[in-house]
Structure formats: structure tokens, C-alpha cells
């Protein structure tokens, strides 16, 4: 098991691991637009509403890079932990 399964499975978990983990963003996002007073979907609703474009603008560049941040250090630990993909 610890020598053909788990290393044989490994590349499609941490695949399956970073298409979460952007997935879990996008919902957050929409879930602060949708529910929340704070954080970052409730700002980008704030400036739509009111329309504070630059604001708009900076949280949108914001929520981009936390995505392509969480999704290049994913990317990093699967090249650390499945050398041979």
C-alpha cells in the first residue's frame, strides 16, 4: 500500500487538493457578496454599488493573486512530493 498505492495515487489528490482550494475561494467570495458586511466579496459589493471603481479594481486584483498564490504553492508541493509526475 505505502509503496505502489499511495504514491500512484498521489498526483491526482494533490490535483484534486488545488482545484479545492480555488473552488473554496470562489465560494467564500460569493458567500461574503451574498451574506457578509466584511471582507473581500462585501467590498467588491460595496464599490459596485457605489461605484468606487478603483476600490472594485484593487479587491478584484487582491482576490487574483490569493488565487494564483494558493494555486502556485499547490503546484510547488506537488513538485516536492510527486517527483517523478
Known sequence: FTRVVL??????ELSGLR??????L???IAAEIVMSE???????WLAWETLQIE?????LVVVSILGIS?????????RRLVPWQ
Open 7 to 12: 504514491p500512484g495515487s498521489m498526483p491526482m
Open 19 to 24: 482545484l479545492a482550494a480555488n473552488v473554496t
Open 26 to 28: 470562489l465560494v467564500t
Open 70 to 78: 494558493m494555486s502556485q504553492g499547490l503546484i510547488r508541493l506537488q
Open 55 to 59: 476600490i472594485l479594481y484593487a479587491t
Open 38 to 44: 466584511t471582507g473581500l466579496g462585501a467590498m467588491v
